[in-house]
């Protein structure tokens, strides 16, 4: 799980940024692009700490996802070859292909927010395309 939310706190690092003088000189050494190439290797190392090695293995090399799975693969190595802005637009799609199966029920789960749910499960609907019978990789 540490590696996990690793990988997710450095995807979201700049809108969580918390100004803590012990951390400024490693800030420096971290930059954005370097962040992000931490941040995709903490999530796909913390993945298959969580589900297991071989149902993440088995979700990615489904014959449906493999589009997805070659562009988020693509995405990383951009990434990690110096080219973020190109490698996070190509990862975003392949997250999207790979996990677009799962907005539908987590738009089910939004739902029940009060005010907000309902809006957040239309939003979800319409991106997904009512896409539903989605296996869950777990």
Do not use: H
């Not at 979700?59 to 799975?69: D, P, V």
């Amino acid at each position: 799980g540490f590696f996990f939310t690793g990988g997710v706190v450095m995807f979201f690092d700049r809108a969580m940024y918390i100004p803590f003088p012990p951390l400024e000189p490693l800030r420096s050494v971290l930059t954005p692009a370097r962040r992000l190439a931490m941040g995709n290797i903490l999530f796909l190392l913390g993945l298959p700490l969580i589900i297991g090695p071989q149902k993440t293995v088995l979700f990615f090399a489904r014959r449906n996802k493999l589009k997805g799975t070659a562009a988020f693969v693509a995405g990383i190595l951009l990434i990690l070859l110096r080219w973020p802005l190109v490698g996070f637009c190509i990862e975003l799609y392949g997250i999207g292909v790979l996990f677009g199966d799962f907005l539908v029920t987590i738009g089910g789960y939004a739902g029940n927010v009060p005010v907000v749910g309902p809006w957040i499960r239309w939003g979800l609907e319409r991106i997904s395309g009512g896409r539903r019978n989605s296996e869950l990789p777990v």
